[in-house]
């Protein structure tokens, strides 16, 4: 069950008509939500989208897209996934 409130949402993944959303509250608590893709702002309909939504009643009320937050999520990933991806002997 997932507590009425606002949440930070990221676009998992989209199947069909369909979107899931991982959602996280300001404790840390993770929740999973599926809505349909027309429910989103349109500006934000892609994988790893970050949004600021209000769930009531197991339902999305309202989403709004963070093209900030996603972009620096983007950024961030890219450089982990940098470091991740030489070789030791190229640090030095």
Same mark, same amino acid.
């Given at each position: 069950?997932?507590?009425?409130? !606002?949440?930070?949402?990221?676009?998992?993944?989209?199947? %069909?008509?369909? #979107? &899931?959303?991982?959602?996280?509250?300001? !404790? %840390?608590?993770?929740?999973? =939500?599926?809505?349909?893709?027309?429910? =989103?702002?349109?500006? %934000? /309909?892609?994988? %790893?989208?970050?949004?600021?939504?209000?769930?009531?009643?197991? #339902? =999305?009320?309202?989403?709004?897209?963070?093209?900030?937050?996603?972009?620096?999520? /983007?950024? !961030?990933? &890219?450089? &982990?996934?940098?470091?991740?991806?030489? /070789?030791?002997?190229?640090?030095?």
């Amino acid at each position: 069950m997932i507590p009425d409130s !606002s949440y930070t949402a990221v676009i998992d993944e989209f199947e %069909g008509s369909l #979107a &899931r959303l991982k959602l996280a509250d300001d !404790s %840390g608590d993770l929740y999973e =939500l599926v809505v349909e893709t027309e429910a =989103l702002p349109e500006d %934000g /309909r892609e994988t %790893g989208a970050v949004l600021a939504v209000e769930v009531l009643d197991e #339902a =999305l009320v309202e989403a709004a897209y963070d093209s900030e937050e996603t972009k620096r999520r /983007r950024e !961030s990933a &890219r450089e &982990r996934f940098d470091r991740l991806s030489k /070789r030791p002997d190229e640090d030095e």
